[in-house]
Nanobody
Framework: QLQACGGGLVQAGGSLRLSCAAS????????MGWLRQAPGKEREFVAA????????YYSDSVKGRFTVTRGSARNTAYLQMNSLQPEDTAVYYC??????????????????WGKGTLVTVSS
């Protein structure tokens, strides 16, 4: 139902834009978010955006560098990543949830998850 894409290899300081598309219009009414998982580490919350697009939330590690937005089609979400660092290297996943719950999201929980896309930042 969800597919993230846009990952790749980038040098430190560079930028990437990830996209997430939902295959069903159901997710038009869902909040969407991004998590990432680095090799050997737990899944980590990155950012979330409300269904209306008027609320966002970021982890401290990406605040000021990453921006989450929703597409005009409403069943899409984007993650603009600037000033990338090697520690941002991870598989990035997009998710969707009918409830706005930062506590759940920061614990790595959303109702729907898609396949991830790998982001590799070289030093």
């Amino acid at each position: 139902q969800l597919q993230a894409c846009g990952g790749g290899l980038v040098q430190a300081g560079g930028s990437l834009r990830l996209s997430c598309a939902a295959s069903e219009d159901t997710l038009f009414n869902y909040h969407m978010g991004w998590l990432r998982q680095a090799p050997g580490k737990e899944r980590e919350f990155v950012a979330a955006i409300a269904r209306s697009g008027d609320r966002t939330y970021y982890s401290d590690s990406v605040k000021g560098r990453f921006t989450v937005t929703r597409g005009s089609a409403r069943n899409t979400a984007y993650l603009q990543m600037n000033s990338l660092q090697p520690e941002d290297t991870a598989v990035y996943y997009c998710g969707a949830d009918p409830q706005w719950s930062i506590s759940a999201y920061t614990a790595g929980n959303m109702d729907y998850w898609g396949k991830g896309t790998l982001v590799t930042v070289s030093s």
